[in-house]
């Protein structure tokens, strides 16, 4: 099995089939509903809050709500009383069970849900997809994070319409430091694995650290890229703004840190400051830019041309050429 991530690995361009960047669509399709980019904000309260996600929606893109000190029902009310689709984060405990029964009783139904918890190839996973299948059924179920073929089909055969790939690569993630265990450092063939058996969407989580990686992980077989740090630290963002040495950033925590959790318990997440990057709106149109790029080097048009390219890996037993057969 090849062995590769992110920085050790780049996409081969194939002859150019438009006149400008710009022709090329970078959107994608998810649960019945196309959004403009691949790429969805990480679900963490220093990432997105409930005037991101709103403007989210409003202009395009997909989100997923964090499930952190938020009341998920009235979330979904406000979100259905602006027009705009609603997408929420449950974990697998009592409360959560809890909160879909006020969501029946109330008729509401979330148009997508995700299931965030750090291992998701667990029985509380494949028990929280029935009791949302059951009672939630029109719902676009993503289930996560997992890291292995293996866990990619059990979550696929429980019900759900999406998976999330990706244990500890992300940046305030110490998943591999505290436990042995994850795809830090290798989170792009770990997605290609994955991939590979997978008959539903994946959602590639961590790791990526340029806009180009979004392409990379589209060629390796994700159909949306959750992100943290690139989205943390804009003007927008939730995360308390701290000045050091007259520059300012913003706080961004990992999900499982001790200031996601108030305790020090079970912690695989750190803090980290992001400098200010400005606007959200104004890094997103950048990164559709790109993406554009990306389809255009791919020889392409629509964002799945990526697929088509052959690939160099850099250094490594696995260096060399990699040719679609």
């Not at 006020?102 to 190839?121: C, N, R």
């Not at 949302?132 to 089909?153: M, Y």
């Not at 340029?210 to 995360?239: C, N, Q, T, Y």
């Not at 695989?268 to 990057?277: A, Q, T």
Request: glycine content about 10%; proline content about 3%; charged content about 25%.
């Amino acid at each position: 099995m090849e062995i590769f991530d992110y920085d050790n690995v780049l996409l081969l361009p194939r002859k150019c089939r438009v006149d400008s960047r710009s022709e090329c669509d970078a959107s994608v399709e998810l649960g019945g509903r196309s959004f403009r980019l691949p790429v969805v904000p990480s679900n963490m309260k220093t990432v997105v809050d409930e005037k991101i996600c709103t403007w989210m929606a409003q202009n395009g893109y997909f989100y997923v709500m964090h499930r952190f000190d938020l009341d998920n029902v009235q979330f979904v009310k406000d979100m259905h009383a602006q027009g705009c689709y609603a997408s929420i984060s449950l974990g697998v405990k009592q409360p959560d069970y809890d909160t879909v029964d006020q969501l029946v009783a109330l008729g509401l139904t979330p148009e997508y849900i995700t299931i965030d918890i750090a291992h998701g190839h667990a029985d509380s996973v494949r028990n929280m997809i029935g009791y949302l299948k059951q009672h939630l059924p029109k719902a676009f179920v993503i289930a996560g994070n997992v890291a292995t073929p293996e866990a990619v089909i059990d979550l696929e055969n429980w019900g759900a319409d999406a998976t999330k790939v990706g244990v500890g690569p992300g940046k305030v993630c110490i998943t591999k430091l505290k436990t042995g265990f994850g795809t830090g450092g290798w989170q792009l063939s770990a997605l290609k694995w994955c991939a590979r058996v997978a008959t539903k969407p994946i959602i590639a989580d961590g790791g990526i650290r340029s806009h180009g990686d979004i392409a990379k992980s589209i060629r390796f077989g994700a159909s949306m890229v959750m992100i943290g740090s690139l989205f943390a630290g804009h003007e927008e963002s939730p995360g308390q703004t701290v000045e050091v040495d007259g520059a300012l950033y913003k706080e961004y925590y990992g999900s499982a840190s001790d200031f996601n959790k108030g305790e020090y318990k079970h912690v695989e997440g750190k803090r980290i400051l992001e400098p200010v990057k400005g606007k959200l709106a104004g890094t997103l149109i950048e990164m559709e830019q790109d993406v554009q790029s990306s389809i255009s080097y791919a020889g392409g048009k629509k964002l799945m041309d990526i697929r088509k390219v052959n690939y160099v890996i850099l250094g490594g037993d696995n260096a060399g050429e990699h040719l679609l057969m």
